[in-house]
C-alpha cells in the first residue's frame, strides 16, 4: 500500500547543482502535481500533469522542469539550484475523470531541500 | 483567480475541549470542493474532510465537522474533545469544480495554514 512515494527525504545542495526530486504512485493516477511549502505561503503549486506526456506551469514555475513518460512517474529537476528554492517539496496525485471529479490529492511524505 | 485566507496563524485549544479554525476563500464560482488537510511534525499531508459547494449539509468525520457558509464563503474547522494527536498545522484548501478535462486541470490551491496546538 505505497500510495505516492518521494525520494529523497532530505537533501543538500549547493548553489548552481542540478538534481531531481524522485515521485512515484502506485494507484494509477492519472492527476500528478508538485507542490512547495514555505513558511506563512502555505503550499504552492510548482508544475502539474494530467496524464502520461501531459505537462502544465503551475503558480511557481520558474527554475523547475517536469516531464511524465510514464503514468507512475513525475520527476521534478532543478537546473541551477538558488538559495530561493529552499523548501519542502510535495509530489501528490489523485484521480481523474467523471467518476472522481471530487477526488483529494494523495500527498507523498516531502523533501526538505537545503540549498546553500 | 481563487484566493483562500486562514487569518489565525495559530491556536491553543485544552484537552478535551473543543476550537474553531477559521477559512474563507474568494470565488465567482458556483460550483467547487472545499478541503481540509492535517500536517502534523511528521510533514505527512492528512485529508481531514471534504465539502462539495452544491451540498448544503455540513461535512462530518467523527470529532471533526464544518461549518459552511456558502454565501458568507466560509468554511470553518470544528474539532470537538480535542486530543493531543490532534496537534498539526491546518491548511484549508479549494478546488473549482469546473469541467475541464474531467475537472483534470483544476488545481487545489491552499491557504496559509493555522498551527493548532494541544494543551493538556
Known amino acids: 500500500n505505497a500510495g505516492v512515494t518521494q525520494t529523497p527525504k532530505f537533501q543538500v545542495l549547493k548553489t548552481g547543482q542540478s538534481m531531481t526530486l524522485q515521485c512515484a504512485q502506485d494507484?494509477?493516477?492519472?492527476?500528478m502535481s508538485w507542490y512547495r511549502q514555505d513558511p506563512g505561503m502555505g503550499l504552492r503549486l510548482i508544475h502539474y500533469s494530467v496524464g502520461a506526456g501531459i505537462t502544465d506551469q503551475g503558480e511557481v514555475p520558474n527554475g523547475y522542469n517536469v516531464s511524465r513518460s510514464t503514468t507512475e512517474d513525475f520527476p521534478l529537476r532543478l537546473l541551477s539550484a538558488a538559495p530561493s528554492q529552499t523548501s519542502v517539496y510535495f509530489c501528490a496525485s489523485r484521480e481523474s475523470g467523471i467518476s472522481s471529479y471530487n477526488s483529494p490529492l494523495h500527498f507523498g511524505n516531502g523533501t526538505r531541500l537545503t540549498v546553500t | 483567480a481563487q484566493t483562500v485566507t486562514q487569518s489565525q496563524p495559530e491556536m491553543s485549544v485544552q484537552e478535551a475541549e473543543t476550537v474553531t479554525l477559521s477559512c474563507t476563500y474568494d470565488t465567482s464560482e458556483s460550483d467547487y470542493y472545499l478541503f481540509w488537510y492535517k500536517q502534523p511534525p511528521s510533514r505527512q499531508m492528512i485529508l481531514v474532510i471534504r465539502q462539495e459547494a452544491y451540498k448544503q449539509q455540513n461535512a462530518t468525520e467523527n470529532r471533526f465537522s464544518v461549518n459552511f457558509q456558502k454565501a458568507a464563503k466560509s468554511f470553518s474547522l470544528k474539532i470537538s474533545d480535542s486530543q493531543l494527536g490532534d496537534a498539526a498545522m491546518y491548511f484549508c484548501?479549494?478546488?473549482?469544480?469546473?469541467?475541464?478535462?474531467?475537472?483534470?486541470?483544476?488545481?487545489?490551491?491552499f491557504g496559509t495554514g493555522t498551527l493548532l496546538a494541544v494543551q493538556p
Open positions: 494507484m494509477n493516477h492519472e492527476y
Open positions: 484548501a479549494y478546488r473549482s469544480a469546473i469541467w475541464n478535462y474531467g475537472g483534470a486541470t483544476n488545481k487545489l490551491i
